[in-house]
């Protein structure tokens, strides 16, 4: 297998956006592209994620991008995979990289539904979900996650103040980075107070729905050295599933997919969980960042509560979790997500995460899941 | 293979659709292909009594399409009785968490627009 890097990354703001979906994408990749100091042709293939195309009119968007990068004859591929598309999008980009079939790719992600309204993005997200069972008996997002963090309180004796602190951290972090959709501080009362969404939590519990789009482009390791411009390494990959629906999981507190993928990843990078500087953890409820920080193997279950009320999880702790601000207050354009945590993580690991730094961070982990954790990929990188 | 209507109706009789796996007997919910314990094929259906404990829910107050008129509610995820599954639904009438802890006794009560319907038993 060839070694893979990340050569470039670009993003455009997350929040409402007035662009198209198509026009957020080309400029996101675009500015990969100039990031990475390279000519479009050189891109071999783009893997595009991407949920809701049809709320902006346009599915079928890899040639549509490619015509408009001046590509066309390249080849793309559209990837769903819910929340987790841009991780998922992403894995593909390395498979095929390592696997020696281009020497760079395109990875982008982006979503483009704030102009839909609330009531049609819960309606529509609850699509994502073992829709049968869940969605088609009243099941919102909110209301999954929420049953988790009933659960979770039950089991461990974790209280809704414990989990506003995971959103008073991120959106401390948000507030350094120019890019995030809410770059509000806030505090634990305004969490407590805020308006009940799907009890137990409330909506700073929950992340915003964005517009947004992320790229990067992805190469090996021998293009990365040729191109002369700052790269990081890719050392580590993994996937995996869980029962599609709440009901059917052993422990509804444990995501399976983020330990089987979290794992392999792991053991393909030679680290341990204790290894890793900084992670850009799935946190679409705050509930989602405690259950995380436990699964990916830096706290014990049970204890995720406990760290964030001491502080390990904050830029500056011994694990911070987010430090760009998560998708509680960076945002949350879902098919963009997981390829955006990509983009910090390369930010980090170069020198341009400016304010939010996490200071002689190494190595750099991502974490995206689609729905309730059904499908889920990790990345580790190191920079170069 | 049982379908989804199947399973909908056995609700509506207050009852769980499950299917049995001829192997290693695992008991799993009916729309099961495979045996997720033993890779098995040729689950055969089984019907148990849809009574049990409430596992973990949620109070809805901003709710998808089709739920609008129905807040406050919560959606249930209730543990069966005497067998390892769980089944989720909708519950009418629950305002606060104080109105409905976890392990509370609640039965499946049928199946209509809103999914399998469960009440307090």
């Known amino acids: 297998m060839e070694k893979v890097c990340v050569l470039g990354a670009g993003s455009t703001p997350y929040g409402k956006l007035g662009e198209s979906l198509v026009e957020m994408i080309v400029g996101a990749s675009a500015g990969a592209i100039e990031d990475a100091g390279i000519e479009p042709r050189e891109i071999g293939a783009a893997y595009i994620s991407n949920v809701f195309g049809i709320a902006d009119k346009q599915v079928h968007l890899g040639p549509v991008i490619m015509s408009r990068l001046g590509i066309p004859e390249r080849p793309s591929l559209s990837i769903e995979s819910a929340c987790g598309s841009g991780s998922v999008s992403f894995r593909e980009a390395y498979a095929n990289v390592a696997a020696g079939f281009y020497d760079a790719v395109l990875v982008t992600g982006a979503e483009k539904v704030t102009h839909t309204g609330t009531a049609w993005t819960t309606t529509y997200f609850a699509y994502c979900s073992d829709f049968f069972y869940e969605g088609s008996a009243g099941a919102s997002f909110p209301g999954l996650f929420a049953s988790m963090a009933r659960a979770y309180m039950s089991e461990y004796g974790a209280t809704e103040e414990d989990f506003a602190r995971v959103a008073v951290k991120n959106h401390d972090n948000g507030m350094l980075n120019p890019k995030a959709h809410l770059r509000k501080k806030i505090t634990v009362d305004d969490v407590l107070s805020s308006a009940v969404v799907a009890s137990p939590l409330k909506l700073y519990d929950c992340c915003p729905f964005s517009d947004g789009a992320s790229s990067a482009i992805v190469c090996s390791e021998r293009f990365a050295k040729e191109h002369g411009g700052k790269y990081v390494e890719v050392i580590g990959s993994g996937r995996g599933g869980s029962p599609a629906a709440l009901q059917d999981r052993k422990h509804m507190t444990t995501i399976d997919s983020t330990r089987i993928a979290s794992e392999a990843a792991y053991r393909m990078a030679g680290i341990s969980p204790s290894d890793v500087d900084f992670a850009e953890v799935h946190d679409c409820f705050t509930i989602a960042e405690v259950v995380n920080g436990e699964d990916l193997g830096f706290f014990e279950k049970g204890k995720g509560v406990e760290a964030a009320r001491e502080g390990k999880t904050a830029r500056g702790g011994e694990i911070p979790l987010n430090p760009s601000g998560g998708l509680k207050s960076k945002g949350h354009p879902i098919g963009a997500t997981g390829v955006g945590q990509v983009a910090e993580a390369y930010e980090q690991l170069t020198g341009a995460a400016g304010e939010r730094a996490v200071k002689g961070a190494e190595v750099g982990l991502t974490h995206n899941f689609g729905a309730t954790g059904a499908s889920c990929a990790v990345h580790i990188f190191r920079g170069a | ?121």
């Open chain 2, 1 to 121: 293979m049982a379908t989804r209507e199947d399973f909908s109706r056995a609700a509506e009789s207050g009852k769980v659709l499950a299917a049995r796996c001829p192997k290693c007997s695992a008991l799993h919910l009916a729309m099961t292909r495979f045996c997720p314990a033993c890779g098995s094929r040729g689950l055969v259906a089984e019907e148990v009594e849809g009574r049990g404990t409430v596992a973990t829910y949620t109070i809805i107050t901003v709710a998808p399409e089709g739920f609008e008129g129905h807040t406050p509610y919560a959606w249930v995820v209730m543990a069966i009785d005497g067998t390892p599954l769980r089944v989720s639904g909708f519950m009418a009438g629950v305002a606060s968490p104080a109105d409905l802890p976890v392990g509370t006794r609640v039965r499946v009560a049928g199946h209509d627009e809103r999914g399998v319907l469960i009440e307090r038993s």
